[in-house]
T-cell receptor, first 112, second 114 residues
Framework: DAGITQSPRHKVTETGTPVTLRCHQT?????MYWYRQDPGHGLRLIHY???????DKGEVSDGYSVSRSKTEDFLLTLESATSSQTSVYFC???????????FGPGTRLTVT | AQSVSQHNHHVILSEAASLELGCNYSYGGTVNLFWYVQYPGQHLQLLLK??????LVKGIKGFEAEFIKSKFSFNLRKPSVQWSDTAEYFC????????????FGRGTQLTVWP
């Protein structure tokens, strides 16, 4: 398995609080991605990064921001969590934009 | 935006039955195609991929998929399923104009009865 860790693995938070999820990789891959997985929707891209400090929006970026200050870390922040952001969040990496992506173990986030 | 359709939401089979899961996409240009599997409680794992060349690709665990460009399809097949194949299967597409972005289908839950 690719060296990808996500933290925390589980989190319960209240509506309106900020939340930051972390993705850490040991593969030195250039590209990193954040997806959310919801029943009946498959995986949807939130944001992705194609290098340090280089990020772009995905399909469902509203309410989320990201930062990448180091190659190995990609942070996803929910500025003010809402119940609609209850989901499982997966980080993925790839060495090139056209390569296959490898996924982390996921973070289950519940917003009450 | 591109769309990826997986026609079967839930497939139930007995062990040793043959499997075919459908995947269609809506993009007329160059595509890269993927099938991922997610076992219960686990992360997504790559089953197989198509970039170019032979349209019949073989993946891990006896799975294969056929790219039919004229039908915009990339169906997953396995001649004889096992109980351990119980999982959710996702088709994903990347187009030439969306470097790095994968578009996923909604997934097909496969249940295999022993």
């Amino acid at each position: 398995d690719a060296g990808i860790t996500q933290s925390p693995r589980h989190k319960v938070t209240e509506t309106g609080t900020p939340v930051t999820l972390r993705c850490h990789q040991t593969e030195n891959h250039r590209y990193m991605y954040w997806y959310r997985q919801d029943p009946g929707h498959g995986l949807r891209l939130i944001h992705y990064s194609y290098g340090v400090k280089d990020t772009d929006k995905g399909e469902v970026s509203d309410g989320y921001s990201v930062s990448r200050s180091k190659t190995e870390d990609f942070l996803l922040t929910l500025e003010s969590a809402t119940s609609s952001q209850t989901s499982v969040y997966f980080c993925a990496i790839s060495d090139r934009g056209e390569s296959e992506q490898y996924f982390g173990p996921g973070t289950r986030l519940t917003v009450t | 935006a591109q769309s990826v359709s997986q026609h079967n939401h839930h497939v139930i089979l007995s062990e040793a039955a043959s499997l075919e899961l459908g995947c269609n996409y809506s993009y007329g240009g160059t595509v890269n195609l993927f099938w991922y599997v997610q076992y219960p409680g686990q992360h997504l794992q790559l089953l197989l991929k198509y970039f170019s060349g032979d349209p019949l690709v073989k993946g891990i665990k006896g799975f294969e998929a056929e790219f039919i460009k004229s039908k915009f399809s990339f169906n997953l097949r396995k001649p004889s399923v096992q109980w351990s194949d119980t999982a959710e299967y996702f088709c994903a597409v990347r187009t030439g104009s969306t470097l790095g972005r994968l578009y996923f289908g909604r997934g097909t839950q496969l249940t295999v009865w022993p």
